[in-house]
Nanobody, 120 residues
Framework: QVQLVESGGGLAQPGGSLRLSCAASGFTFSSYAMNWARQAPGKGLEWVSNIYSDGSSTYYADSVKGRFTISRDNAKNTLYLQMNSLKPEDTALYYC?????????????WGQGTQVTVSS
């Protein structure tokens, strides 16, 4: 069965960095686009970034563009999100999700999330 397990969250200071990982199993990771999304306390789900199956194309929300970098290692079945210049408003539960195709923007499986808290 499909499993997505996020890790790497924690407490960071404003201006600091964290790297999130999403370990995937139960499907051919290299065949599917992947996504990061987040949900801040009391708010709805916000899309953060998307990467195509071969890593050739990446997309970012305006709120994180220039600060976050999505990447993937298809040999390790792992998705990453490098987060730099963190702001308090980046505090949220971060989820990874699997798309239904190599360049799809529709997602069918989600992980349980990893908490990121940005505070001094």
């Amino acid at each position: 069965q499909v499993q997505l397990v996020e890790s790497g969250g924690g407490l960071a200071q404003p201006g600091g960095s964290l790297r999130l990982s999403c370990a995937a199993s139960g499907f051919t990771f290299s065949s599917y686009a992947m996504n990061w999304a987040r949900q801040a306390p009391g708010k709805g789900l916000e899309w953060v970034s998307n990467i195509y199956s071969d890593g050739s194309s990446t997309y970012y929300a305006d709120s994180v563009k220039g600060r976050f970098t999505i990447s993937r290692d298809n040999a390790k079945n792992t998705l990453y999100l490098q987060m730099n210049s963190l702001k308090p408003e980046d505090t949220a539960l971060y989820y990874c999700a699997k798309a239904v195709g190599g360049s799809s923007w529709t997602y069918d499986y989600w992980g349980q999330g990893t908490q990121v808290t940005v505070s001094s």
